[in-house]
């Protein structure tokens, strides 16, 4: 294996320590950024963590100063903008510099969860039916969109604004939501069918040839059965709310057969439809007769080592190292388009 030189991309906040001493690294809010320059260096690669807030002259700086093989992004963000992380990768692009996960193009597809979810239409992807508010439109709920619905920000990841309260069940609660999105969360409201089911995730590596890992499954069984079973930012950040109601994941059992290999193929179809490339996830849920859902793309997934994407990983013989050796080698033999 090839020793590289590999710039880290991170924000400045979560540059980790070389030494975490006592810190409880499972709650540490760097632990995604210790994990992968922690384990690159275990395996010999000359890693140069940097942080990046708002200035894209810190990054050339970095390239012209020690001229890595590769930008490992890490990057969810640039000046608190979470749509412009895209633009950071056209800059890569433009300074030759080969870099992991996601290209541009298919970042600023993701992020809008709208266009995704028309495209996805397109080549005839199951998704729920959804309608868009933008900010400064009047909620005016479609007559074919039946409650319940539920509702969330248009290009916010991570769960972002979602808890109980983001599912609706009248015009009235409908128009107050669609407003908390717009003035707490300052982005356009979707507004989306609620799928009464499993959630469940797939991991997608590759660019033109794709490594489809086994289907993940978020349990929520144990939730006080007046909650709706969806992924709030609680069930997803919250140890304390894990803990209390059992919240884990693991891989999905007991799906019907020839499931898991129909949610794999379309886990592949979402992720070329997108124009993906690096590594995703493709986010589902399965309804109680059996009909598969689309619910989104997250490409450049989150991948701190026994997170879901690296647990999954795992279960398909890629250890942490190896995945982010995979992850590297992707990046590494990119083959950008130049025309088109």
């Not at 992991?100 to 266009?115: F, I, Q, V, W, Y």
């Not at 033999?333 to 088109?340: A, I, V």
Request: charged share 25%.
């Amino acid at each position: 294996m090839k020793k590289l030189r590999v710039l880290a991309l991170m924000h400045e906040d979560l540059i980790p320590p070389d030494d975490p001493g006592g810190v409880d690294l499972d709650h540490a809010e760097w632990k995604t950024e210790y994990d992968v320059v922690s384990t690159l260096r275990g395996m010999g690669h000359e890693v140069q963590p940097l942080g990046v807030r708002d200035d894209l002259r810190a990054i050339g700086n970095a390239i012209e100063g020690t001229k890595p093989h590769i930008a490992f992004n890490l990057l969810e963000e640039f000046d608190g903008m979470a749509i412009y992380d895209h633009n950071v990768v056209s800059y890569l692009e433009l300074m030759r510099m080969p870099y992991t996960g996601c290209d541009p193009r298919g970042l600023m597809l993701a992020h809008d969860k709208s266009l995704s979810k028309k495209i996805l239409s397109y080549h005839k992807i199951p998704t729920p039916d959804f309608a868009e508010f933008p900010i400064g439109r009047a909620v005016e709920r479609p007559k074919d969109l039946p409650f319940p619905l539920i509702v969330k920000s248009v290009s916010e990841d991570a769960s972002l604004g979602i808890s109980q309260a983001s599912i609706v069940e009248d015009d009235d609660a409908l128009r107050e939501r669609v407003t908390f999105i717009h003035e707490k969360i300052g982005t356009g409201a979707l507004v989306e069918q609620y799928v009464e089911g499993r959630e469940l995730y797939v991991g997608v590596l590759g660019n033109r040839h794709l490594q489809v890992l086994p289907v993940w499954e978020l349990v929520m069984n144990k939730m006080p059965d007046e909650a709706w079973r969806i992924a709030t930012e609680r069930v997803k950040w919250s140890p304390k709310y894990q803990e209390k109601y059992g919240i884990t994941s693991d891989e999905a059992k007991g799906l019907p057969k020839g499931m898991a290999e129909k949610i794999q193929y379309l886990a592949k179809c979402v992720y070329r439809a997108l124009g993906l490339q690096g590594y995703a996830r493709i986010d589902f849920r399965l309804d109680p007769k059996g009909q598969i859902y689309v619910l989104e793309a997250n490409p450049n997934p989150q991948i701190a080592d026994g997170e879901d994407f690296a647990e999954s990983a795992e279960r398909a013989d890629l250890s942490y190292g190896a995945l982010l050796q995979r992850i590297l080698s992707i990046g590494l033999n990119r083959q950008t388009p130049r025309h088109g």
